[in-house]
């Protein structure tokens, strides 16, 4: 069974960086696509910044020039730099990865548990 597990999260500073990481545990044959979302109290899930095998990336436009994903495809794991953070980013963060763990039955889209982002004084 397929499992994310995130890490990374925590209180930092306006201005300070986090970084972020994701790992895929369990059978995983290929991976296609890794992205990290958050939500906000109040707010719905939004997507943050997302990559493809291609290695191709995509970012919401909050967040253009600040944060940075990438991905290590031999240790499955996708990692979000955060820098000059702002209160406006606080949130859960969650991972989420297309990806197939049984060729048999395709991709499907995992998620992880969340791990909490605080910017504050």
């Known amino acids: 069974q397929v499992q994310l597990v995130e890490s990374g999260g925590g209180l930092v500073q306006p201005g300070g960086s986090l970084r972020l990481s994701c790992e895929a545990s369990g059978r995983v044959f290929s991976i296609y696509a890794m992205a990290w979302y958050r939500q906000a109290p109040g707010k719905q899930r939004a997507v943050v910044a997302g990559i493809f095998s291609d290695g191709g990336t995509n970012y919401a436009d909050s967040v253009k020039g600040r944060f940075t994903i990438s991905r290590d495809n031999a240790k499955n794991i996708v990692y979000l730099q955060m820098n000059s953070l702002k209160p406006d980013d606080t949130a859960v963060y969650y991972c989420?990865?297309?990806?197939?763990?049984?060729?048999?039955?395709?991709?499907?889209?995992?998620w992880g548990q969340g791990t909490q982002v605080t910017v504050s004084p």
């Open positions: 989420s990865m297309a990806l197939v763990a049984d060729i048999a039955d395709g991709p499907k889209d995992y």
